[in-house]
Structures are given as C-alpha cells and as structure tokens.
C-alpha cells in the first residue's frame, strides 16, 4: 500500500519558469510534511517542511501549499534555475522531524530545468 | 559536523557473499535510520534505532537482513548471504529526537552491486 502518492514522475521547466510537483496522502494521522531535494550521488537533504495547522510555508523560492481537506500539499519552485535540476521527495511521519518511526517517502519527481 | 558518515561508498560483490554497510551518525544525535533506495521502490526504511536499541525492523525484507547499533557512532547493515535483487544504494540517515527544530540528516549512501 503506496501511503504517499507523488506525481508527475518527471519534469521539464524553463529557466525562469515554476515547477509544481504534487503529492497525496491517505493516513489523516500523519502531522509532518517535508520535502528533500537529493542531487546524483548524495543523499536527500531536507529542502522545506510543513505541519498541517498552516496552510502554506515560504522559504526563499520555494513553497508548500498544504490542503488538509484533501490531503494534498504541493511543491512551488518559483523562477526555476539550473541548479534547482535534482530529485525531489515528498515525505510524511507521524512525528515533528522524521524521527520516532522515520519519514514514508513518495516516489520522487526527476525535475530538469532547462536553461 | 561531518555529517552521517557511510561507508563504503560503492560495493562490488559476487551473490552469496557476506555483505557489510557502515554508518556513522552525526555526534549528539540519538536515533539511527537505514533506508534503501531503488528505481522500483523507491526510499524504503528497512530498521531505525533510538538510544542503539532497534525498535522498529518490519522493513527489513528477509532475514538475510540484519542490522546493529553496538554504540551511538556506529551502526552497520549486514546482508549474508547477498542476492543479485539486493543490489541498491542503502543510506543511514540520523537526527537528534527532542531536540528544537529537529531534522533527518542522510549520508551520502553505499551503491551495493551484486552479480
């Protein structure tokens, strides 16, 4: 049973652009909602989390929109670089972190930005 | 800070030999995750830690699969015998529980290959 659907599988943007990669969970128990950004031959590094008492996060130019109800939330890439070109997780836990029982990870959306 | 420490970074290994992966967490950090990265699964957490004890190895796929924490700056992930579908890159990934603004920090993997 996939807890954490993540789509599209890939991406292509323009420079400049916004990706949008979305995620879906089916556990209402879930409280913690982070993204990871994982370059070839490193490990995934948390890039942006959210807990679902807001609706939205902003850090830089990256954002989370979260819709409770739905059990959706997203990642917003505003003015897409080269450099933003990686794998990106969605992950959910039942704990603030990841830690106590470890994150459920969603597939992965290979994104490439196009300069 | 180091980091999470893994080691080796690549394994070569013919099927039916013993295999052994290393971590080392990051100092302070009281909770020791190993996950397994394919293209057709994804991230999975095969067994985590807290305080060295292991808690949770549901994930574990067989008992060929065995992991220890004998301190709280080592761990290892031992496969024997090893099987060509085991191929994989294996991460540790650990985080200090409690603490504010708590956060999963990964290593940068072990790229097993089994023939």
């Known amino acids: 049973q996939q807890q954490v659907k993540q789509s599209p599988q890939s991406l292509i943007v323009q420079k400049g652009g916004i990706s949008i990669i979305n995620c879906a969970y089916e556990?209402?128990?879930?409280?913690?909602f982070p993204w990871y950004q994982q370059f070839p031959g490193k490990g995934p590094a948390l890039l942006i989390a959210i807990r679902p008492d807001v609706s939205e996060k902003k850090e830089g130019r990256f954002t989370i929109s979260f819709n409770k109800s739905a059990k959706q939330f997203s990642l917003h890439i505003m003015d897409s670089q080269p450099g933003d070109s990686a794998t990106y997780f969605c992950?959910?836990?039942?704990?603030?972190?990841?830690?106590?029982?470890?994150?459920?990870f969603g597939k992965g959306t290979h994104l490439i930005i196009q300069p | 800070d180091a980091g999470v420490i893994q080691s080796p970074r690549h394994e070569v290994t013919e099927m039916g030999q013993e295999v052994t992966l290393r971590c080392k967490p990051i100092s302070g950090h009281n909770s020791l995750f190993w996950y397994r990265q394919t293209m057709m699964r994804g991230l999975e957490l095969l067994i985590y830690?807290?305080?060295?004890?292991?808690?949770?190895d549901s994930g574990m796929p067989e008992d060929r699969f065995s992991a220890k924490m004998p301190n709280a700056s080592f761990s290892t992930l031992k496969i024997q015998p090893s099987e060509p579908r085991d191929s994989a890159v294996y991460f540790c990934?650990?985080?200090?529980?409690?603490?504010?603004?708590?956060?999963?920090?990964f290593g940068s993997g072990t790229q097993l290959s089994v023939l």
């Open positions: 990934a650990s985080i200090a529980q409690g603490a504010p603004n708590e956060k999963l920090f």
């Open positions: 556990n209402t128990a879930f409280d913690y």
């Open positions: 830690f807290n305080n060295n004890v292991p808690i949770d």
């Open positions: 992950a959910a836990s039942y704990y603030s972190g990841g830690g106590a029982d470890g994150l459920t």
